[in-house]
Structure formats: structure tokens, C-alpha cells
């Protein structure tokens, strides 16, 4: 009985290592695609490689999509699996809404450099909305980010004076969110990261969208309602329906009328 009983601490200790030592390896999912998949040509797009250094010398690969009648630029940060790529539905969401794009691979990701850590993809953030302001010479620029991106954008809007900012599928945090996932683990003392979403809105000066599914299978509603309800105002929550992955392409019509509402009505950028 006492040997039983010993193994299953052992083993049980051993499981809480080993979370503790490749949590980077759960939360960051480059390997899921490095190479493009597809790319703007296939969706009558256009675009143009970029390439951007952060202030560590991380060479960064990303696309520049221009709208045809530009209404304003938007930064978008995607979440924590595969690349560039695999946001091309998203990317013609947003050229529909008369929105220029500049869209990054996170370092580790695609065709970037480096490896992601949470210190990393912030800094991917500010040389992104650097090349933004500066070679583009944007001045009303929407910061978007989906799930992990939503903690990325969130952070660095903290620090800079967007347009309006976006979050899609947003968390509170990843302890919190660590401990929903795996609760018979010590999760939320192990984790390593922060992204602190919930902290950064309360600093947040710019008019904020939440975004999210009742039907979100991997963060769930009320991760994003809690994020709105801690933001400052003016802030807008868009209830959608459809799949963590899926919902924005399920929910098209209201996603894309609710974003155009509040581009409109919150941060004065009209399509005329």
C-alpha cells in the first residue's frame, strides 16, 4: 500500500516537472507550420514581403496588404499556432472593411528568426507598430490580436496611442488560463508566463472591441467577458457565434457589421 502510494507521488511529481520545464513547448506552437501554405495571389490580394528587425536584432517576415481605399491601417497579431499564412481568410475580412495590413510571424514562427518567449513577442510588437508609424507614416492605426495575439495587442496598446483596439477570443491571463486547463496540476504557481490581458486594459486609452463566442471551445466566453468588464471605457463587447478557430468566417455577417459599427462610431474612422 505505502509503495502504491509512494509511486504515485513519484510520478505525480515528475508530471509537475516536466509542465514546469516544456510549458514554452504547450503554449507556443510554431511547428504547426513554418512554411506558407498559401499566399494573398490566392485570394486576388495584393501584397508585399516585409522584413523587420526588433531592437534585439530579430530579422521578423511579414506581409503588407494595401486597401484600395484605405480608411485606415490595422496591426493584426495572431495566435499561438502555425503562420502568416493560415490568416488569409481574416486578412480578406479586413480588406472588405477598407483596412491596409500589416500582418508579422511572431519570432520562432514561420519565416521569422529566433525563438518565442513572452519578452520576445512584445518586442515583435513594438518593431511591428514601429515600421507602422514610420515607414508607412500611418496615423489611425487598429491594433488587432486573436487569442495569444489578443495578450500581444493588449500590451503594446498599453504603451502606444492606436486608433482603436481589437481583441478576439482574449483571456484573463495565462496562469488563469493554465490552471482551467489542467486542474489537477499546481498550474497557476508553475507558469512561467504572464500575459497579463486583464492588467493591461485598465490602461488602455484607446476605444476597445471584445470579441468573442459563447461556442469558443478552447478559451471560453467568460475569460473574454471578464477582460471587457475590467477595460476602461469606451468599450464594446461583439458576441459571436462559431468555434474558437472558426467563429469570425461562422459569424460573418454580424462579425464583419459589428467591426465596421465600431471602427465607425468609436474611433471615428469612416469609409468615406
Known amino acids: 500500500m505505502w509503495r502504491v502510494l509512494l509511486w504515485a ?5 515528475l508530471i509537475v516537472l516536466l509542465a514546469w520545464l516544456f510549458q514554452d513547448r504547450l503554449l507556443y506552437l510554431p511547428h504547426t507550420g513554418r512554411d506558407y501554405i498559401a499566399t494573398p495571389d490566392e485570394y486576388g490580394l495584393s501584397w508585399e514581403s516585409v522584413s523587420l528587425e526588433s531592437e534585439d536584432d530579430i530579422t521578423l517576415d511579414g506581409w503588407w496588404l494595401p486597401a484600395e481605399k484605405e480608411r485606415g491601417s490595422l496591426l493584426f497579431f495572431h495566435g499561438n499556432a502555425g503562420n502568416i499564412s493560415h490568416r488569409l481568410d481574416s486578412l480578406s475580412q479586413f480588406h472588405q472593411l477598407g483596412l491596409s ?5 511572431y519570432r520562432g514562427y514561420g519565416r521569422s528568426e529566433g525563438k518565442p518567449s513572452e519578452a520576445g513577442t512584445a518586442k515583435d510588437a513594438r518593431a511591428a507598430w514601429q515600421w507602422l508609424r514610420e515607414r508607412r507614416e500611418a496615423d489611425r492605426i487598429v491594433i488587432f490580436g486573436r487569442s495569444l495575439g489578443s495578450a500581444v495587442t493588449a500590451e503594446l496598446a498599453r504603451d502606444v496611442s492606436p ?3 481589437i481583441l478576439e477570443s482574449p483571456f484573463r491571463s495565462v496562469p488563469l ?6 486542474p489537477f496540476l499546481p498550474a497557476r504557481w508553475l507558469s512561467r508566463f504572464g500575459y ?3 492588467d493591461y486594459v485598465t490602461e488602455l486609452d484607446a476605444p476597445l472591441l471584445v470579441v468573442h463566442s459563447r461556442d469558443d471551445d478552447v478559451i471560453p466566453f467568460y475569460e473574454g467577458q471578464a477582460v471587457f468588464e475590467a477595460a476602461r471605457e469606451p468599450k464594446t463587447m461583439l458576441e459571436i457565434s462559431g468555434s474558437h478557430n472558426a467563429g469570425f468566417l461562422d459569424s460573418e455577417p454580424e462579425y464583419l457589421d459589428g467591426i465596421d459599427t465600431f471602427l465607425v462610431e468609436e474611433a471615428g474612422m469612416s469609409r468615406d
Request: glycine fraction near 0%; proline fraction near 0%; hydrophobic fraction near 70%.
Open 101 to 105: 495590413v500589416l500582418i508579422i510571424d
Open 163 to 165: 486608433a482603436a483596439v
Open 196 to 198: 497579463h490581458t486583464i
Open 177 to 182: 488560463m493554465a490552471q482551467q486547463m489542467y
Open 9 to 13: 507521488i513519484l510520478i505525480y511529481v
